[in-house]
Nanobody, 121 residues
Framework: QVQLVESGGGLVQAGGSLRLSCAAS????????MGWFRQAPGKEREFVGA??????RYADSVTGRFTISRDNAANTVYLQMNSLKPEDTAVYYC????????????????WGQGTQVTVSS
């Protein structure tokens, strides 16, 4: 059982930066793969990136602009978003799973409430 509490989000200009946070509880934090997803109106939920013991991986659309990190002492995962574009506008979700190699959103068992990120041009 994992509970996720997500914070951050807001309105920023194109080219700006924003950091999202996700605090986890209920299970040993280091045993979880943590992922970030986003969903724009009328679109399917899209993989953004993930972090595990072996490192991080990102969707091609955000590689070089977004960075995922984790603070195990604080049981918190971060999504640092730089060089934001209007097409990054979406609701962003934090997710967690004990699976070794999740490959799609349905592989994640626990989800945060989502936070709105809006990028103006």
């Amino acid at each position: 059982q994992v509970q996720l509490v997500e914070s951050g989000g807001g309105l920023v200009q194109a080219g700006g930066s924003l950091r999202l946070s996700c605090a986890a509880s209920g299970r040993t934090f280091s045993s979880l793969v943590m992922g970030w997803f986003r969903q724009a109106p009328g679109k399917e939920r899209e993989f953004v990136g993930a972090i595990s013991w072996s490192g991080t991986r990102y969707a091609d659309s955000v590689t070089g602009r977004f960075t995922i990190s984790r603070d195990n002492a604080a049981n918190t995962v971060y999504l640092q978003m730089n060089s934001l574009k209007p097409e990054d506008t979406a609701v962003y979700y934090c997710a967690a799973t004990i699976q070794w190699a999740p490959s799609r959103s349905t592989d994640y068992d626990y989800w945060g409430q989502g936070t709105q990120v809006t990028v103006s041009s």
